[in-house]
């Protein structure tokens, strides 16, 4: 071993006993690993640990024995070397008193000023986190306020709601466009929205997804937009959405969009009934509140078509100023 490491090793260990600082700083120079090739994830999960624990004030000593670990299993952690259980992260990120998000790299926390915002906006209520949302996007020039409704009219809601159906019959009304936002998808990909999910997965339909709705709040000054049920599920295209459309949420029951959806022909819910109507109701439950961000909302379950046509009607030519 050269002989300036030795003196360096030397000089720090003499002085480790006045300085717990030091002395971490000699276990990390025995303990640390030799070259190797490091996951980059991991990687910088030991440096943000690090930082944390320096931001803090702790020793690994006091964070090790705090979290309820090993010194040399949070070491391992700290140098990149070390793959973690989530349960071992979570004492650790309880030793370091922050959250797990914050630990393994959460983009909200990547900066005090995110730190601050998050810390000003925990534990408000969805009202006053809407109001935020809204203040934000016209701070940004996002839009997002609704004073002045558009006249992009986007239907919203779960497949088998009523979107193509009620929303041909309001564009006929209207003397709008009408857009079906999956049939715009599959324009940009070439194939079916089937075939992009298989083929390239769900990523890269989301990618054509907002594409295509970028693209009609371009074109079309004013339309009546029927949307995917899953746009909801990308937060920047639903923002988008929300900041450039009157959004209605056309609402049903389960059974409603079951029974909907295979009068389409589509027959695969069919295959398993009761898995499938289970499936459909955690999905509606997971959705539900985004779905609820819609300025309005119709429920489609009610009624039969003429009559929630009729409703759907009077709503939009009210919020639009047009005779009814």
């Keep these: ?7 360096s090793r030397a000089l720090v260990l003499s002085a480790a006993s006045a300085d717990p600082d030091l002395a971490e700083v000699s276990d990390r ?23 944390l624990r320096s931001r803090r004030g702790m020793t690994r000593k006091a964070t090790a024995l705090a979290a309820d670990v090993s ?20 004492q650790v990120a309880g030793a ?21 915002i998050r810390e000003l906006l ?72 089937s075939e992009i999910q298989a083929l390239y997965g769900v990523n890269a339909y989301r990618r054509y997804e907002r594409r295509a709705l970028e693209e009609a709040i371009q074109i079309y000054p004013e339309a009546v937009i029927a949307t995917p049920g899953g746009l909801v599920s990308d937060a920047a295209t639903f923002n988008q959405l929300l900041a450039h459309c009157t959004t209605v949420w056309l609402q049903a029951d389960p059974e409603d969009h079951m029974k909907r959806v295979t009068a389409q022909g589509d027959l695969r819910p069919m295959a398993a009934s009761k898995e499938a109507m289970e ?11 985004f779905y609820s961000k819609a300025q309005f909302r119709l429920d489609t379950s009610n009624q039969a078509l003429q009559p929630t046509f009729s409703a759907l009607r009077r709503m939009v030519r009210d919020v639009l100023h047009l005779p009814t």
């Design 71 to 90: 010194e040399r299993h949070l070491a391992n952690l700290e140098y990149g070397v070390g793959n973690a259980s989530i349960l071992v992260l979570l």
């Design 1 to 7: 071993m050269p002989s300036t490491i030795l003196q």
């Design 122 to 193: 925990e534990q408000r209520d969805d009202a006053t986190l809407q109001r935020v949302r809204v203040a934000i996007g016209e701070m940004l020039g996002t839009g997002g306020g609704n004073e002045a409704h558009s006249s992009r009219v986007a239907l919203i809601g779960l497949r088998g709601a009523g979107k193509s159906t009620l929303g041909q019959m309001l564009a006929d009304d209207l003397g709008f466009p009408f857009v079906e936002l999956s049939r715009e998808i599959e324009k940009f990909a070439g194939c079916s929205v």
């Design 279 to 289: 499936d459909l109701k955690g999905i509606l439950s997971g959705r539900a509140a």
């Design 96 to 116: 370091l008193q922050c959250s797990l998000g914050e630990l393994i790299g959460d983009v909200t926390t990547s900066s005090p000023e995110w730190l601050l």
């Design 29 to 51: 120079l025995s303990e640390a690993p030799g070259p190797q090739e490091k996951n980059p994830f991991l990687a910088a999960l030991g440096d943000r640990v690090r930082s």
